[in-house]
């Protein structure tokens, strides 16, 4: 809708996954490459954990674009609220194998062959659970149990399971132990640094065809108050602030514009911004920020975008 007011291409601050706005921060490039060596070298199990809206499904689709589609197949599952019957009929589906068998043994056996097959031609087959925290105790460890296929000294399978902290402590179960001890490489994904927000509105903006940001210092300090740091967050409250000024017919977005759009959105606000005394000058963006002080931000419903 603001697109044109700003020249824009495309939306910058959409809360749908895009790996092309992808911005790399050091937490994001150390998962990046580590998830991609990881997957490369057959590692087994590998696991990356993350609090809502931190960007975990955006840096894997960004994996699965970049590697090189002659060395990869993969069946991804978005959807793990399912039986274990139901799991390993989906992941094979998702392998693009057709004309399923009703019979377990018959889909583990159809599982095997392509695995083995892609070892043959130099395939990594490679299995990645979304929402992994969702998973039943039961289809755990039916995932646990295809991480025994073997060929030679490889794993036949390399299983990637993705999920919010939730999954960290559904490991800690006694009973999870078998599977803790499996996973070779664990990474994880939280809020951004303070000074890293201003860079990753900018990065954003910038991708989607706009040239300086329009956002004044005081509105930046405050989508960093606002949001908390976490990139899903950071979009809502930049989407809406933008709105905010485009019924305006305004180019600059001023920190009443952002405190109005996380009124909107249901987040909990300050009455007013921290005194003078309480700001500090960020050297990376160069915007005024609160100072960590317990009362010095704003807390966020992660539930409500």
């Known amino acids: 809708m603001y697109n044109d007011l700003f020249g824009l291409r495309k939306d910058p601050f959409r809360v749908t996954p895009d790996p092309s706005f992808l911005f790399l921060t050091d937490q994001h490039r150390e998962a990046l490459s580590g998830l991609t060596f990881a997957i490369l070298r057959r590692s087994g199990f590998v696991m990356l954990t993350g609090e809502v809206g931190t960007g975990k499904t955006t840096l894997l689709s960004r994996i699965l674009r970049f590697l090189p589609a002659g060395k990869l197949q993969y069946s991804k599952i978005v959807n793990p609220i399912l039986t274990p019957a139901e799991f390993l009929e989906l992941a ?24 083995a097959e892609g070892l043959r031609q130099g395939k990594v087959s490679v299995l990645i659970v979304d929402e992994a925290h969702k998973l039943s105790a039961e289809v755990l460890e039916e995932i646990r149990m295809l991480g025994n296929y073997e060929q030679g000294e490889n794993p036949a399978l390399q299983i990637l399971l993705v999920g919010q902290v939730e999954l960290l402590d559904i490991l800690k179960d006694p009973e999870m132990r078998p599977l803790k001890q499996r996973v070779g490489a664990r990474f994880s994904l939280g809020p951004l640094a303070p000074e890293e927000v201003g860079g990753y509105m900018r990065h954003r903006w910038v991708t989607a ?20 740091r976490i990139p899903r967050l950071i979009n809502a409250v930049c989407d809406n602030a933008l709105l905010i000024a485009f019924r305006e017919r305004t180019t600059q977005v001023v920190d009443r514009h952002v405190r109005e759009a996380a009124e909107k959105l249901d987040l909990d606000l300050l009455p007013h911004l921290p005194a003078a005394g309480d700001l500090e000058t960020s050297p990376q963006i160069g915007i005024a920020e609160p100072k960590p002080n317990g009362s010095g931000r704003w807390a966020a419903r992660h539930e409500s975008v």
């Open 92 to 115: 094979l589906l998702e392998f693009g194998l057709r004309d399923i068998p009703s019979n377990k043994g018959q889909r583990l056996w159809m599982l095997q062959n392509l695995a």
């Open 209 to 228: 065809g706009g040239s300086d940001l329009p956002f004044t210092p005081e509105a930046v300090a405050d989508v960093v108050s606002a949001s908390q």
